[in-house]
């Protein structure tokens, strides 16, 4: 494995060397199924995220992959090799869980070198290699130090340091950061990212936290009841979000009912609230004539007054309702015909700009590509 051999932007493509990949692996406990078929590809060196609410099948879809449960059905490949019934052990992968679990007895750097030693890694390599992994997740001179004198931070380093010692191709980490607090969370999340980019492995990270996925991953998957709902880039899965789940999961969204008047390539044209024209990007399966469902961010929802003259641009007019300032912006919620809301989020950048008032008719607009209607 070489450091720092590799520059920003050069992850992400998993076309170019398969690392893992997934096919169609399902897995049941008895009547419950955990994963009911999951399929894809992570490239070498990709950070990839398992993304979505508790009990859709996360940690089972990790755990399969580290060899810790073996598929009701299909099959893992690592480094184009099939994993069958291999033991967690002879699988080139190691894995960061939760609860980090260090030895307490033992030094810093005895719980490090634990696996290296289990290998029959001579002392001075093993040494060399301890320092090293330390020196990675930037814990440099606790060698010596027992787990109970470092900070709670600390202690999750130095079990990523024992999970990088023995140079995994592909690393998992499960909720790592579960038990930190939000500020070291913020900055773990940070390091986990360069560290990935420094020391070349895949990594395939879980969590139930959208902030999170979005900060670290190159590509996020989705996931529902055992199965994804979409995987993409971080800004496809905000700005292109497949349906209602994913749309509502990943940020704030608004949905408005549209009925689909016409179709022109890959725009819909219908009517919202109260019979108020919009031209929309269509889903895949929009048909002529359907009620559907619009997605617009409120950051992509400007008063009118804030926006540029545009008339091929969608209006729509409502009462205002509730205007909250929350620092770095404000929000808006006007009340549309039909009893339907529209949030709208305003930057605040100079104080003393115009504000709407509450109960007056105002008028929000949207540029049509940054809605899109959705696939259900
Ligand atoms: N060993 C097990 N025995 C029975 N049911 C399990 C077992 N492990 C997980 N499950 C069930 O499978 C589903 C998915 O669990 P899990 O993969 O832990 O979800 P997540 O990590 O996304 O929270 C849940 O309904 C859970 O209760
Ligand atoms: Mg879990």
């Known amino acids: 494995m070489t450091t720092g051999s590799r520059r920003h932007g050069e992850t992400g493509d998993a076309a170019a060397a398969p690392s893992v990949e997934l096919r169609d692996i399902r897995k049941s406990f008895g009547g419950i199924t955990a994963v009911d078929g999951i399929s894809l590809v992570v490239g070498q060196g990709e950070f990839l995220t398992l993304l979505g609410p508790s009990g859709c099948g996360k940690t089972t879809t990790l755990r399969m992959i580290g060899g810790f449960e073996l598929p009701t059905s299909g099959e893992v490949y690592i480094g184009g090799q099939p994993m069958g019934d291999r033991p967690p052990y002879r699988r080139p992968v190691n894995t960061v869980f939760q609860n980090y679990a260090l030895f307490p007895h033992l030094t810093v750097g005895q719980n490090v070198a634990y696996g290296l030693e289990m290998a029959g890694v001579g002392k001075k390599e093993r040494a060399r290699r301890t320092t090293e992994a330390l020196e990675m997740v930037r814990l440099p001179h606790v060698e010596r130090r027992k787990p109970a004198e470092l900070s709670g931070g ?196 100079a104080v003393g700009e115009e504000e709407p008032r509450l109960g007056e008719t105002t008028v929000v607009v949207f540029d049509p590509a940054a809605a899109t209607l959705l696939n259900d």
């Open 154 to 349: 600390q202690q999750q380093r130095v079990a990523l340091a024992r999970a990088l010692v023995n140079r995994p191709a592909v690393l998992l980490l499960d909720e790592p950061l579960g038990a930190l607090d939000l500020k070291l969370r913020k900055a773990m999340q940070m390091e986990l990212k360069a560290l990935n980019r420094e020391v070349g492995a895949t990594f395939i990270y879980v969590t139930h936290d959208q902030d999170e996925a979005l900060t670290m991953s190159d590509r996020i998957a989705v996931m529902r009841d055992g199965r994804v709902q979409q995987l993409g880039t971080p800004a496809e899965m905000y700005e292109r979000p497949r349906n209602r789940f994913v749309a509502d999961f990943i940020g704030q969204t608004n949905f408005l009912a549209v009925e689909v008047a016409d179709l022109d390539g890959e725009w819909a044209i219908g009517r919202a609230a109260g019979g108020q024209r919009v031209r929309v990007r269509r889903a895949d399966g929009t048909m002529r004539g359907e009620l559907a469902t619009l997605a617009v961010r409120p950051e992509k929802v400007m008063l009118r007054a804030d926006a540029p003259e545009r008339p091929d641009w969608n209006h729509l007019e409502g009462v205002l309702e509730e205007a909250i300032y929350l620092g770095a912006h404000s929000q808006y919620v006007l009340r549309l015909p039909a009893d339907e809301r529209i949030i709208v989020h305003r930057q605040n950048r």
